[in-house]
């Protein structure tokens, strides 16, 4: 796959709540393939972009889509956290974007063992330059600590069940392919396609990636340290992919919206969290279960 046939979620709502009219600056947190932010580049000629990604593969795609804006854009290979400390002046900024999660592009590149749907190394990294692989985890993490990952990250019911499966498979051979795992899943979780129902393993893959990426890590602390450092009028948008995640993004903006001392950071601009409509999820099965939230500096 290349980025060419990649669909931005929720691409209109993004470019109304980020308000892209305005001149100055725009962050793209987790830039993919730049399916938003070649939109917001093409929609206004007087805006800057800066995007950031862990994964050196989507930011080369992103870079080569880019390409005909190349004097408005800005690309770093880092994980977004590092914005806050960025050396730059943070008054322009007028929006930030935070599109949560795995892109099309990492699920449907087999090497990269994101997906049950292919088969594939235990990987699942998005930054190639981290230590810890799915692989690691399944192979060397306790009963107890698989058990938690998966009831903490999967919300899986078996997650006792399977984490007792795992190791007894792994004294027998080492658990190395995403199919590998997938069977034992299935076997455990007595899986019977059922129209409506989630395959099992789309939890058990959701937890390791989570845990590979650490990808709760810090969500709170960043969107806290990055809604005091943009000027007023100044926007985040944060699309997420479960539950885990809204529930943080939720939560840290409801925080910051409350007054202290008289004084609150931010307004919030969605009461309920805008979700993608059904033609836009017949039309890209994975919007399904994109959450959007915005939330502007006061
Ligand atoms: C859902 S995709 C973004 C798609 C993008 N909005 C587009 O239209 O092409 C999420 C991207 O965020 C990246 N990512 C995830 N966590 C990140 C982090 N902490 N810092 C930087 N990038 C991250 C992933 O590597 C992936 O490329």
């Known amino acids: ?39 917001i580049l093409k929609r206004n000629p007087n805006v800057t972009l800066i995007g950031f990604d862990i994964d050196e593969k989507s930011l080369l795609e992103a870079k080569k889509k880019l390409q005909p804006y190349e004097n408005r854009v800005e690309l770093y290979h880092s994980d977004f956290r590092y914005l806050p400390d960025l050396k730059m002046d943070f008054s322009h900024i007028r929006g930030i974007l935070l599109d ?117 890590r810090s969500l709170s602390g960043f969107l806290e340290r990055i809604s005091q450092k943009i000027p007023k009028k100044g926007r985040i948008i944060a699309i997420s992919f479960h539950s885990l995640e809204d529930r943080i993004i939720k939560h840290t903006f409801r925080q910051l919206a409350v007054s202290e001392n008289s004084h609150s950071f931010l307004k919030i601009l969605t009461k309920k969290p805008i979700i993608p409509s059904e033609e836009e999820v017949a039309s890209n099965f994975r919007a399904r279960s994109a959450k959007l939230r915005a939330v502007e500096r006061v």
């Open 100 to 216: 949560l999660g795995v892109s099309s592009f990492q699920l449907d590149s087999p090497e990269r063992g994101f997906s049950f749907n292919h088969e594939g190394p235990l990987d699942m990294r998005m930054d190639l330059r981290n230590k810890i692989t799915a692989l690691k985890i399944i192979n060397k993490y306790s009963e107890h600590k698989l058990a938690d990952l998966f009831r903490e990250y999967g919300e899986l019911r078996q997650s006792k069940r399977l984490a007792r499966e795992i190791i007894s498979h792994r004294r027998a051979k080492k658990i190395e392919t995403t199919t590998q795992l997938l069977h034992i899943v299935e076997k455990i979780c007595r899986w019977r396609p059922q129209k409506g129902k989630t395959h099992p393993a789309a939890k058990v893959f959701q937890a390791l990636r989570i845990e590979v990426n650490q990808e709760l």
């Open 1 to 39: 796959m290349n980025g060419n046939n990649h669909i931005p979620v929720l691409l209109e709502e993004v470019l109304d709540f980020l308000d892209i009219k305005r001149e100055g600056i725009y962050i793209d947190c987790t830039i993919g393939l730049g399916g938003h932010a070649l939109e």
